[in-house]
């Protein structure tokens, strides 16, 4: 049981780093470019990091459901036993 807890704190930290280590990114290279252009509209950064998450999740969607699905049955897997 304490496996697969492990395993799917494991599971979401790495799915969620990623969704976030890539938004934080996007929002960074939008402040500096706000910054040196003086533009400072809001949404602009807004609408980068909204792109960025969705083409993560096209990009890597499928490898997170497999991840997602498999601890999934190693759950009922482990409950049935």
Same mark, same amino acid.
């Given at each position: 049981?304490?496996?697969?807890?492990?395993?799917?704190?494991?599971?979401?930290?790495?799915?969620?780093?990623?969704?976030?280590?890539? +938004?934080? !990114? @996007?929002? %960074?290279?939008?402040?500096?470019?706000?910054?040196?252009?003086? *533009?400072?509209?809001? /949404?602009? #950064? &807004?609408?980068?990091?909204?792109?960025? +998450?969705? !083409? @993560?999740? %096209?990009?890597?969607?499928?490898?997170?459901?497999?991840?997602? *699905?498999?601890?999934? /049955?190693? #759950? &009922?897997?482990?409950?049935?036993?």
């Amino acid at each position: 049981m304490i496996e697969i807890l492990l395993e799917g704190i494991i599971i979401v930290l790495t799915i969620s780093g990623i969704i976030l280590g890539s +938004t934080v !990114i @996007v929002g %960074l290279v939008c402040a500096i470019a706000q910054t040196a252009t003086q *533009i400072q509209e809001q /949404t602009i #950064s &807004l609408v980068g990091k909204w792109v960025i +998450t969705i !083409i @993560v999740f %096209l990009i890597l969607g499928d490898w997170m459901n497999e991840m997602l *699905i498999e601890l999934f /049955t190693k #759950s &009922l897997e482990f409950k049935v036993q």
